[in-house]
């Protein structure tokens, strides 16, 4: 157990946050895999911008890392550029 006050307080804050955190990247995870599964391209265009917009904003408040939401924008825009 925690001997400071801060301590305790800190372990608090860390798990709300991690929760936040897990809720977030788990939403993230499920917009990829659901635009991965399309393969009408009209539907699958309509989504990437907001799977886009959602990368963006997780890797600003480093939920994920930068060059993780770059490689899956990457990856995804190669998937709808080859659906037909």
């Known amino acids: 157990m925690a001997n400071h006050k801060s301590s305790v307080k800190r372990i608090r804050q860390t798990k709300t ?3 936040h955190n897990k809720y977030y990247a788990k939403t993230m995870r499920n917009a990829v895999r659901k635009l991965r599964a399309m393969t009408d391209k009209e539907e699958a265009v309509k989504l990437y911008p907001s799977v886009q917009k959602m990368l963006d904003k997780l890797a600003k ?10 490689n899956l924008k990457s990856s995804l825009a190669l998937h709808i ?3 037909g």
């Open 81 to 83: 550029n080859s659906l």
């Open 17 to 19: 946050k991690t929760l």
């Open 61 to 70: 408040t480093n939920i994920i890392h930068k060059n993780k939401a770059a």
